[in-house]
């Protein structure tokens, strides 16, 4: 089937209306029609080759929201009209130690991601949701519970929160955990309504004097800016867990040392260049750990959507038609949305 979507023929070309092609859904696929899509910073690394390795054409985006319009014959639990998610991932080994405990993101045989990733479907690699449909193996589609009218502010969910509600849950943050969020945009946002939405006293940790206020409304207990050293000072060995959303490259001693003993503080923006080698007599004194988060697996990132379903948390968007991409893109290298672009993708049929 021949469908309409938004995608890049080279690293230095902006993104245009292109006719890809969708297999017909399989015995256990979902045929989904895409309401919208949210735009992640990896879909511009990949988009501009940026990381290498990009396959063209390229069509990102990994935070899919829509409607089931097909099921293969095999597939109960979805029906037509479902509203669904498709995160990160379309594909795993499904037997590997990782696989069997739901941990498909770090799959030993490697997962197979939404966009730029192994498949048998023409050109070859997979074409992610700046699309008007997808089909995707029934086990790497999520249930969503929020309402209609929340559905574009739900897509952001799929990568940038499960990416960190995953490592919130893994080091069992909650009431009474002290929470250090550093860099607030599209992940960090998100980390502090989850953080804040699992009881823990929220410390979001700025660059700029002016997120203050924008900080607190997300549900920051404190807000801490980094370049005040008599601020940061006072919250010294305080943290029991620090999430580090920022992939610049910076050093990372300024937030070790705010850690309790055995606290942490988890990785999960890659830097371009490497962070300047934190000082190993920083974790050794006190047993401090710095660690790295993946996305999260299939289990868990339905585990997120109930949560945020319950809670009522959705992400803070700008709505934009397919073709602002390229603009949208500038804006986000200069760190001008708040906090998550998301396409309506009714625009590509324009
Ligand atoms: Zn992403
Ligand atoms: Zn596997």
């Not at 511009?44 to 829509?66: D, F, K, N, Q």
């Not at 070859?124 to 309402?147: A, E, M, N, P, W």
Request: proline letters at 4%.
């Amino acid at each position: 089937m021949t469908t309409k979507a938004y995608g890049a023929h080279a690293a230095d070309k902006p993104l245009q209306s292109i006719d890809i092609e969708r297999r017909a859904p399989g015995p256990q696929d979902v045929q989904i029609d895409i309401a919208y899509c949210g735009v992640c910073h990896s879909d511009l690394h990949t988009a501009r080759s940026e990381w290498g390795g990009t396959l063209y054409p390229c069509v990102p985006g990994h935070e899919i929201v829509g409607h089931v319009s097909a099921v293969g014959s095999e597939v109960s639990g979805f029906k037509v009209g479902d509203t669904v998610g498709v995160g990160c991932l379309v594909g795993s080994c499904q037997h590997c130690a990782a696989c069997d405990e739901g941990l498909e993101q770090y799959c030993e045989n490697g997962f197979v991601g939404t966009y730029n990733g192994p498949t048998a479907d023409a050109p070859g690699h997979t074409l992610g949701g700046y699309s008007q449909c997808i089909v995707v193996d029934k086990k790497f589609v999520l249930k969503i519970r929020h309402s209609e009218s929340q559905l574009a502010a739900v897509a952001p969910l799929l990568c940038a929160g499960i990416t960190t509600y995953s490592p919130l849950r893994h080091w069992k943050v909650g009431p009474g955990s002290k929470v250090g969020v550093v860099g607030i945009g599209g992940l960090g946002h998100m980390g502090v309504k989850l953080a804040h939405a699992m009881g823990a006293h929220v410390v979001a940790f700025t660059t700029s004097d002016n997120k203050r206020r924008a900080a607190l409304d997300l549900g920051a207990d404190e807000v801490v800016v980094s370049r005040n050293a008599d601020e940061m000072k006072a919250h010294a060995n305080s943290f029991d867990f620090i999430l580090n959303t920022v992939a610049a490259s910076h050093s990372l001693d300024a937030f070790t040392s705010l850690l309790k003993r055995d606290g942490t503080m988890v990785l999960v923006g890659v830097p371009e260049h490497p962070h300047p080698s934190p000082s190993v007599a920083n974790l050794i004194f006190k047993r401090r750990n710095i660690a790295g988060s993946l996305i999260g697996g299939i289990a868990e990132t339905q585990e997120m959507l109930d949560f945020c379903a319950d809670k009522g948390i959705v992400s803070d968007i700008e709505m934009i038609p397919a073709q602002k991409i390229d603009e949208a893109y500038d804006r986000m290298v200069k760190g001008d949305v708040k906090y998550r672009f998301v396409i309506d993708n009714a625009s590509l049929a324009k």
